[in-house]
């Protein structure tokens, strides 16, 4: 049984009354010996039940001053400094796949050796969902793919978690471990491909989610741990501190600044935000996954709030008028990282998750007025269809299907 130690007082799990949002602590010798005297009494006479009464009072008494003393700490608890404390959260855990959940498609590689078995909630444009996509299909990984009505969220609504992309990684004994955000993603699934000995559920737990306040005292939550990988005493020999630091550097970068200039660019005008919503439409084949009705709902519904959204976006991140400008600086910035390698890639001759994050991020907006302008305004191109070509050349081999429910394992659907 679990038991906590709180202001020198030891609680048991039953003895901690638990409401969403606050914790109230009954101290436990209070509660069982006092409350057993009482039930005790019920057929007492007059004396005993004075007797009662004066110890009822106590009790509420010393309940009252217990509750105050504690509403009091728990407030003080939540004050300015409570980011201190630190919510720690792991990887949630579910027994079986969500029902009613629809796979749209997957990706079945044959050459997988992996043992994987991973469904992974995305919008097909969404950047951080490309930027997965890209380490996937890389890394020759076969996985099932659920694509989100990004307006009505239907196919997430079991999830605590409503930001995609998620994934859902079946573990040895049929229950699924739930890993989301972008990166961390990625960097659990390189930390398992390093060293396949240990199970994937007990890797999840090297990235917890932590929480905390911003600067605006707003409670935020942030897995930690997202861009490291848990290599330990196995780190490959050609893993040195350095190439581990480049390669954080700019998968932060990507995500931290690059990605922040996608939605700026690509709903600059109404105009762009229905052309690129169009794309989006085209892209993630929504004309075979939605209704008609659906359909137009996101296109329509999408491209205004895309449009509000990114004037609000590109205050908040201090972007000029000029949101070209600030995208091609970030490329030229890129270029000259890898100029400084003196490689292909960041990564040498083979990419590595930098040049997979950036990738990644830029080509969700492959089929947007903003990507051609970076083509044609940059000297990214000759970089970006190299990886392309490596990323499509190990791509497993796309099933379209609608399966509802259980999703029968991907290897069993390899050797069938
Ligand atoms: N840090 C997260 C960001 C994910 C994210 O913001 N996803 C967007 C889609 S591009 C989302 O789901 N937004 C919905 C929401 O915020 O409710 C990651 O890297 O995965």
Redesign the pocket.
């Known amino acids: 049984m679990a038991a906590y130690r709180t202001f020198g007082i030891f609680l048991t799990r039953q003895s901690l009354n638990i409401n969403s949002s606050r914790l109230i602590v009954i101290p436990r010798n209070l509660r069982l010996r006092e409350f057993r005297t009482n039930a005790g009494n019920s057929d007492g006479g007059a004396g005993r039940g004075s007797g009662n009464t004066l110890k009822l009072a106590l009790l509420g008494t010393t309940v009252g001053a217990t509750g105050g003393t504690i509403y009091s700490l728990i407030n003080n608890w939540k004050g300015k400094d409570s980011h201190k404390e630190h919510e720690r959260t792991l990887p949630i855990r579910i027994a079986q796949f969500p029902a009613g959940v629809k796979i749209t498609k997957r990706y079945i590689n044959p050459n997988d050796k992996t043992g994987l078995d991973i469904t992974l909630f995305q919008?097909q444009t969404?950047?951080?969902?490309c930027?997965v996509r890209a380490f996937l299909d890389y890394m020759g990984i076969s996985y099932s793919v659920v694509e989100v009505d990004a307006v009505l969220r239907q196919d997430i609504k079991w999830s605590p978690q409503?930001?995609?992309?998620m994934v859902l990684i079946r573990q040895a004994d049929g229950s699924y471990v739930q890993m989301?955000?972008?990166?961390a993603i990625i960097s659990l699934i390189s930390t398992y491909l390093n060293d396949k000995s240990t199970d994937i559920g007990e890797l999840a737990d090297f990235y917890p989610t932590i929480s905390f306040f911003d600067n605006d005292d707003k409670k935020k939550h942030d897995i930690m741990n997202k861009y490291f990988l848990m290599y330990q005493e196995r780190t490959p020999k050609s893993y040195t501190k350095e190439t581990e630091q480049t390669e954080r550097k700019w998968r932060t970068w990507a995500?931290q600044h690059l990605v922040h200039l996608i939605s700026p660019n690509c709903y600059q005008s109404l105009g762009e935000a229905f052309e690129t919503f169009q794309w989006f439409s085209e892209a993630g084949e929504w004309d075979i996954h939605f209704p008609k009705w659906e359909r137009d709902l996101m296109v329509y519904v999408g491209a205004t709030a895309m449009w509000t959204i990114s004037k609000i976006l590109k205050r908040r991140h201090n972007l000029s008028d000029d949101v070209r400008g600030h995208i091609y600086d970030a490329l030229n910035k890129w270029m000259r990282e890898l100029d400084k390698c003196k490689t292909k890639f960041l990564g040498g001759k083979q990419p590595n998750l930098g040049d997979l994050a950036v990738y990644g991020v830029l080509s969700s907006m492959e089929g947007c007025q903003a990507f051609k302008d970076c083509m044609e305004k940059t000297k990214i191109s000759g970089w970006y269809y190299d990886v392309k070509q490596l990323v499509q050349q190990n791509r497993g081999n796309l099933i379209r299907e609608r399966v509802e429910g259980q999703v029968p394992s991907l290897l069993t659907n390899v050797s069938n």
């Open positions: 919008f969404c950047p951080f969902c930027k409503k930001k995609v992309p989301t955000d972008s990166s995500d």
